[in-house]
């Protein structure tokens, strides 16, 4: 049987030691603390009575040290909150009191295969948002979720095919400098070295 490394932190000793009991024995779980943890490999488990300033600030530390499989164990938390654990770095989202030691093996093992979970209320009305942010706000101006524009978009397609700067732009119908422009957009926001690097991480993120 493969364990799953599991460090839990909470924002008060009392929650933490709820959580630790009901873990504490499962055969599919290995305990760690932060000393013993692999980041790479570790799930954390973030327990708050509320998505308050001190969750916010467990789950920056958590990210600031390299974890990046993090559930989030609230006893209450709306909506809007949600948003700010999923732009805080969490994969999946409970509520304390719907769970137990089972619910959590579950949770903490999605966590492991790169899975998200939030209870299917939550999750209906988070798709709700989102869908309404692309099409009131990002689509308007040309925006797409991914970060990346449909005129970005056509670029880097036409680079994957092997194009060059002038034929893209014949292409398209753009100045030469409107397609470096865009291309050079690109690289700056995703922090790229060049147009092979642009392309590679489009294919890779699956945005072209």
Same mark, same amino acid.
Not at 104 to 114: D, E, F, K, Q, W
Not at 179 to 188: A, G, I
């Given at each position: $049987?493969?364990?799953?490394?599991?460090?839990?932190?909470?924002?008060?000793?009392?929650?933490?030691?709820?959580?630790? $009991?009901?873990?504490?024995?499962?055969? &599919?779980?290995?305990?760690?603390?932060?000393?013993? %943890?692999?980041?790479?490999?570790?799930?954390?488990? %973030?327990?708050?009575?509320?998505?308050?300033?001190?969750?916010?600030?467990?789950?920056?530390? $958590?990210?600031?040290?390299?974890?990046?499989?993090?559930?989030?164990? @609230?006893?209450?938390?709306?909506?809007? &909150?949600?948003? @700010? %654990?999923?732009?805080?770095?969490?994969? @999946?989202?409970?509520?304390?009191? &719907?769970?137990?030691?089972?619910?959590?093996?579950?949770?903490?093992?999605?966590?492991?295969?790169?899975?998200?979970?939030?209870?299917?209320? $939550?999750?209906?009305?988070?798709?709700?948002?989102?869908?309404?942010?692309?099409?009131?706000?990002?689509?308007?101006?040309?925006?797409?979720?991914?970060?990346?524009?449909?005129?970005?978009?056509?670029?880097?397609?036409?680079?994957?095919?092997?194009?060059?700067?002038?034929?893209?732009?014949?292409?398209?119908?753009?100045? &030469? /400098?409107?397609?470096?422009?865009?291309?050079?957009?690109?690289?700056?926001?995703?922090?790229?070295?060049?147009?092979?690097? @642009?392309?590679?991480?489009?294919? /890779?993120?699956?945005?072209?």
């Amino acid at each position: $049987m493969t364990r799953t490394a599991v460090f839990v932190c909470a924002t008060d000793p009392i929650l933490r030691g709820g959580i630790v $009991m009901a873990l504490r024995g499962r055969p &599919e779980i290995q305990l760690v603390d932060d000393a013993q %943890a692999d980041p790479a490999r570790t799930v954390v488990l %973030a327990v708050g009575d509320r998505f308050d300033e001190r969750v916010t600030a467990l789950l920056r530390r $958590m990210r600031g040290r390299g974890y990046r499989r993090i559930v989030l164990v @609230a006893g209450d938390i709306d909506d809007n &909150e949600v948003l @700010a %654990a999923v732009q805080s770095g969490v994969c @999946a989202v409970a509520r304390r009191g &719907e769970i137990d030691a089972e619910a959590l093996v579950r949770l903490v093992n999605a966590a492991r295969a790169g899975e998200g979970s939030m209870p299917p209320d $939550m999750l209906g009305r988070l798709l709700d948002r989102v869908g309404r942010l692309q099409t009131k706000v990002l689509e308007p101006r040309g925006l797409r979720l991914s970060g990346i524009s449909a005129r970005e978009t056509d670029v880097l397609r036409l680079i994957a095919q092997g194009l060059s700067t002038r034929e893209i732009a014949k292409k398209l119908c753009y100045s &030469e /400098r409107t397609v470096k422009s865009l291309l050079h957009d690109v690289t700056v926001r995703f922090e790229l070295r060049n147009r092979s690097h @642009a392309v590679a991480f489009a294919v /890779r993120e699956g945005l072209i």
